[in-house]
């Protein structure tokens, strides 16, 4: 099992580290993906040095995608490698779960009408606005996307993402 | 089951926040002591509202003790009271979880000589010259002590903590 992240400068600290060293718990790799190689800083200080740019992630090669909240989001949808990285996986309806500010890459893709989704509550109306059903809870599953609210709902986000590629 | 956490300023808040969501992803539950139930502060500045202080703790309510690194363990060690709680744990022979300085305290509680054990490598003298015998590994199970190095230790970590309380 293979998972890949998006990451940019100022992304949630716990937001990127708990899914990252949970599934590499659970026995699998995760990959990070970001505008260059460069080592990226959390809003916290916490550093992550990316695998690969946008350019080179062959999507075929992942079984999930997991997409970090804080400022990082709203670089990474600026970026169209990246947003179509997202479509890719949307397209192959592969499991996609994203956390706090993690869903506005999902507006970017133009896949959230009509999706039940939770986020952080500063983009609720950015959801609602764009079509989606939103949901105030630790964790929403709809179909493929999995979304949560903040670093509090980290159990549930991920008690439900590794229960997806379990059965995936 | 039920988890103790021992918390001071200045923890490493990843060792904080990782076995802490993880052990609630299981579905446990998870209480953090400390010397007073001010909220205390991780050296990246995430925060934590102690449930209890040391005076309060009972050691027979709690299936295992988890020690978070950073330095925060210097700061509970100095605390006669935290060193009684850990004792508790040691007598009772309950499941004992010390990553990065989180050690520290063990040897405070007299408890080291003759365990294989990690810790930060900053600590590795005080380890072997209290008698124990210092392994540079992810992770390292004696009995029922487990203890790591670091951050990126987490999920050998908490691997093999969640296996020992899934037996206990």
């Known amino acids: 099992m293979k998972v890949l992240m998006l990451v940019e400068n100022d992304f949630e600290d716990l937001e990127l580290f708990y899914p990252f060293y949970r599934l590499k718990e659970e026995g699998w790799e995760v990959k ?3 505008s260059s190689t460069e080592t990226k800083s959390g809003k916290r200080g916490y550093t992550m040095t990316p695998d690969m740019t946008y350019e080179d992630v062959r ?3 992942f079984s999930a995608l997991v997409i970090p909240g804080g400022k990082s989001p709203e670089r990474v949808r600026i970026n169209s490698k990246a947003v179509e990285v997202v479509r890719g996986f949307i397209k192959a309806e592969k499991p996609i ?3 706090c500010h993690g869903p506005q890459l999902l507006i970017s893709a133009g896949a959230v009408k009509g999706r039940k989704m939770s986020s952080w509550i500063g983009i609720r109306d950015d ?3 764009a079509g989606a059903e939103y ?3 630790e964790v929403v599953v709809d179909g493929n996307f999995i ?3 903040m670093p509090d709902d980290l159990p549930a986000f991920c008690r439900e993402l590794i229960k997806m590629l379990k059965r995936y």
Chains 1, 2 share one sequence.
């Open 32 to 34: 990070v993906a970001s």
């Open 59 to 61: 999507v075929e090669d």
């Open 97 to 99: 779960a994203a956390i």
């Open 127 to 129: 959801l609602i606005a």
């Open 135 to 137: 949901v105030d809870a």
């Open 147 to 149: 979304t949560s609210r």
